[in-house]
């Protein structure tokens, strides 16, 4: 399937109804991911993935696709700058190690945002008798230090390392 998406001079895309007038279906990743050029039905969110016009091109309506067919047919050079640099955009942001780097961020934003200890609802605080001094019903808390957080990020930045 790759092949065929990389062979063609345009993948056209659109949405289905159970999409809800959102994009992001994986027809926008496997395009770009292969360098090939797409033309996408606009969505309302779809410049949260990709810039329309400099990553993909967007249409909205039938006469519209077809207008931007025939004017991509004509301008080789335009739709591949734009291949171009939607395939960068796709392999920097959403190929398997953009996303672990995306997710060590978060990880690292939130082990830099903690003190020293970080308190969460214990899981089985209804099922545990009352500790002295606490009524049944009240919440426990358990606590994680910065280092297990610490201790994530590194395990995630081992397996990032496999990654390259």
Same mark, same amino acid.
């Given at each position: 399937?790759?092949?065929?998406?990389?062979?063609?001079?345009?993948?056209?895309?659109?949405?289905?109804?159970?999409?809800?007038?959102?994009?992001?279906?994986?027809?926008?990743?496997?395009?770009?991911?292969?360098?090939?050029?797409? &033309?996408? %039905?606009?969505?309302?969110? =779809? $410049?949260? /993935?990709?810039?329309?016009?400099? #990553?993909? @091109? !967007?249409? *909205?309506? &039938?006469? %519209?696709?077809?207008?931007? =067919? $025939?004017? /991509?047919?004509?301008?080789?050079? #335009?739709? @591949? !700058?734009? *291949?171009?640099?939607?395939?960068?955009?796709?392999?920097?942001?959403?190929?398997?190690?953009?996303?672990?780097?995306?997710?060590?961020?978060?990880?690292?934003?939130?082990?830099?945002?903690?003190?020293?200890?970080?308190?969460?609802?214990?899981?089985?605080?209804?099922?545990?008798?009352?500790?002295?001094?606490?009524?049944?019903?009240?919440?426990?808390?358990?606590?994680?230090?910065?280092?297990?957080?610490?201790?994530?990020?590194?395990?995630?930045?081992?397996?990032?390392?496999?990654?390259?």
């Amino acid at each position: 399937m790759f092949r065929v998406l990389k062979q063609g001079n345009i993948v056209v895309n659109a949405e289905i109804n159970l999409a809800r007038g959102e994009a992001g279906n994986s027809r926008l990743f496997e395009a770009t991911g292969v360098g090939s050029f797409l &033309l996408t %039905e606009r969505q309302s969110n =779809i $410049a949260q /993935y990709f810039t329309p016009g400099e #990553e993909i @091109e !967007t249409y *909205a309506s &039938l006469g %519209e696709m077809l207008e931007k =067919i $025939a004017h /991509y047919l004509a301008h080789p050079v #335009e739709r @591949e !700058t734009i *291949a171009q640099k939607g395939h960068s955009r796709c392999i920097e942001e959403y190929s398997m190690l953009g996303r672990c780097k995306t997710l060590d961020n978060i990880f690292r934003s939130r082990v830099r945002r903690s003190s020293t200890l970080v308190e969460r609802p214990s899981r089985n605080d209804s099922l545990l008798p009352p500790k002295t001094g606490q009524t049944q019903g009240q919440s426990t808390m358990e606590t994680a230090t910065t280092g297990q957080a610490a201790d994530l990020a590194q395990i995630l930045e081992s397996a990032l390392s496999h990654l390259t």
